[in-house]
């Protein structure tokens, strides 16, 4: 049974809200880069990756979240990464790809889109 990769927008407020769902590989890697850079393009600034629905990352995905945010901040904007609120330890695959890496410290990593979109609230602890 193929999984299905998704990639889907919303706005809230001043920010983009990307959702991502399924494998974010090699192969669908380049999906999301692009729709970061349109949402770039468009003028948005303030962006929200909302991976909560992301089972499994590669180092590709690892390398678009990255460029992502290389983008961003160099356009004086915002980055938020939105990981479920369990963390490394029981099972976020994203979480421990990233912490494995040791890049997850360099991300606004919050556990859900209110709170991603909301700016008095604190980010998660890396």
């Given at each position: 049974?193929?999984?299905?990769?998704?990639?889907?927008?919303?706005?809230?407020?001043?920010?983009?809200?990307?959702?991502?769902?399924?494998?974010?590989?090699?192969?669908?890697?380049?999906?999301?880069?692009?729709?970061?850079?349109?949402?770039?393009?468009?003028?948005?600034?303030?962006?929200?990756?909302?991976?909560?629905?992301?089972?499994?990352?590669?180092?590709?995905?690892?390398?678009?979240?990255?460029?992502?945010?290389?983008?961003?901040?160099?356009?004086?904007?915002?980055?938020?990464?939105?990981?479920?609120?369990?963390?490394?330890?029981?099972?976020?695959h994203?979480?421990?790809?990233?912490?494995?890496l040791?890049?997850?410290?360099?991300?606004?990593?919050?556990?859900?889109?209110?709170?991603?979109?909301?700016?008095?609230?604190d980010?998660?602890?890396?």
């Amino acid at each position: 049974m193929a999984v299905t990769f998704k990639v889907t927008g919303v706005e809230r407020g001043e920010w983009a809200v990307l959702r991502v769902s399924g494998e974010l590989d090699l192969m669908t890697s380049p999906v999301l880069r692009q729709r970061v850079h349109d949402i770039v393009a468009e003028g948005h600034h303030s962006l929200v990756v909302d991976l909560s629905d992301v089972f499994f990352c590669d180092s590709s995905g690892v390398g678009v979240l990255i460029a992502a945010r290389r983008l961003i901040r160099s356009c004086q904007g915002r980055l938020r990464l939105i990981l479920p609120d369990r963390g490394a330890d029981d099972g976020s695959h994203v979480n421990r790809v990233l912490g494995a890496l040791g890049v997850r410290r360099l991300f606004d990593v919050r556990p859900d889109v209110e709170s991603a979109t909301t700016d008095d609230a604190d980010p998660m602890s890396a």
